[in-house]
């Protein structure tokens, strides 16, 4: 059977902790002179560094689901579909969408409290003043048409129900204390800026050197 197309749980990275881990990763590195950092914030290709640090997150939030909410001998498993970003973030912010198998979102299903469903999905899909919803907000109605038909806020929603279970007081958590270490690895600069962020590179590290040797 064809994989599900599934959205995830994303502040996104307007103004959040996953914006500021990305700066602070860049930071890390050119820490010692702020005109040096500047040049080398205009050399990354932040949609290309930011796509590189969804697929970790994908794979931490993976990580993190499978150890401390799922059940033993359970696993979840999810595969990049697309990034989608906003052009302006008035009214959303971006989002994560993902393939996941049929067998996979079954063993989900299993393990989330239908009544916490219910409660979310008509906490999500009610329509109110300045929103107005496109979905049942009854899950039975949800129900009237096989999973497999649900669409990738219907899936999300299941899977957002499983994570509320046990979801850490901050995402930078599912990284498991190592997330400046990954935005270090994530940081990518313009193919043609390659050479010259090198070599800001080697001048923050021989400031660093100076100034820790006096």
């Known amino acids: 059977m064809d994989k599900l ?19 602070d990763g860049l930071r890390s590195i050119f820490d010692y002179n702020d005109s040096i ?29 499978s150890v401390n909410i799922m059940l033993e001998n359970t696993h979840l498993e999810l595969e990049l579909e697309s990034l989608s970003s906003p052009k302006e973030y008035n009214f959303s912010t971006d989002r994560i ?18 009544n916490e469903l219910r409660k979310l999905v008509k906490d999500k899909f009610t329509s109110r003043s300045g929103f107005f919803s496109f979905y049942s907000n009854t899950l039975d109605d949800w ?10 806020n219907e899936l999300g929603t299941v899977l957002e129900c ?15 204390d190592c997330y400046s ?18 070599r800001l590179k080697k001048i923050s590290y021989y400031l660093y050197k100076r100034e820790n040797e006096r």
Do not use: M
Request: overall charge negative.
């Open 181 to 198: 270490e990954i935005a270090v690895e994530c940081l990518t600069p313009h193919e043609e800026d390659s050479k010259e962020y090198e």
């Open 143 to 152: 129900y009237k048409k096989p999973f497999t038909a649900w669409d990738h």
């Open 97 to 114: 969408f993902c393939y996941i198998t049929p067998e996979n979102f079954k063993e989900i299903y299993k393990q989330i409290d239908e």
């Open 37 to 65: 950092y500047d040049k080398a914030y205009g050399l990354i290709n932040w949609q290309a560094t930011r796509l590189n640090y969804v697929k970790e997150y994908i794979k931490a939030f993976c990580e993190y689901v």
């Open 5 to 23: 197309l599934i959205t995830i749980p994303f502040q996104g990275f307007y103004e959040s902790i996953h914006n500021d881990i990305l700066d």
């Open 162 to 176: 499983l994570y509320n279970q046990n979801r850490p007081e901050c995402e930078c958590y599912i990284f498991d």
